[in-house]
């Protein structure tokens, strides 16, 4: 692939992962906000402005990074990245450990709102007829970045969303366990990652979220 396709891919994905992510940091603050916690809010960070949300390296640089390596190599690409945590002070929720559930799904159900509304982009392009490469390939990538952020955001793993969630519904009996993985829950996540096991748990979750776009969507 020569530098301009890998320009192109690159330009391609950046319109969806850049909402993908922020939009994703701004919905736990505006979640939290609502149930009592108003640190993201104080903050500016309740906003569909990127800049606000936007982390540079993990943001901009890495996921170009991968994106531009994947593509050199023959590869469909692959995506990655995060942006600029949203404080949130869980302890300032009404009822913390409800509270937190609906705070940390917030994110990926506003993924996989995200991924629902590009289906219905690429939708309404391939009834029009639209034949334009470039907005087929980014309606297909928003649709494709938001589920697997979703997907990846649940593993149930602390600092993931999916560890919130586990922590808060399961007793504090066992959640408390979880809870204690946290300082080292990327490093546990990185090392699935490498030896295949994280696919055990969102390759479920993909499927899932490919099934409601096919619902809502129709494609």
Known sequence: MNINAIVQLITVCAIPLI???TMHEAAHGYVA???GDATAWAMGRVTLNPVKHIDPFGTIILPALMLAASAAAGGPGFLFGWAKPVPVNFSALRNPKRDMIWVALAG???NLCQAILWGIVLKLLLVAGVQEEFFLRMAVWGVNINIF????NLIPIPPLDGGRVAVGVLPWSIGRYIDRLEPYGMWIVIALCFI???SFLVEPLVRFGQA???LFAGI
Not at 149 to 152: E, N, P
């Open 149 to 152: 952020l979703m997907a990846f």
């Open 19 to 21: 909402f993908a992510i």
């Open 33 to 35: 906000r609502r149930f």
């Open 212 to 214: 409601v776009v096919s």
């Open 196 to 198: 295949g096991g994280a």
């Open 108 to 110: 990926p159900l506003c």
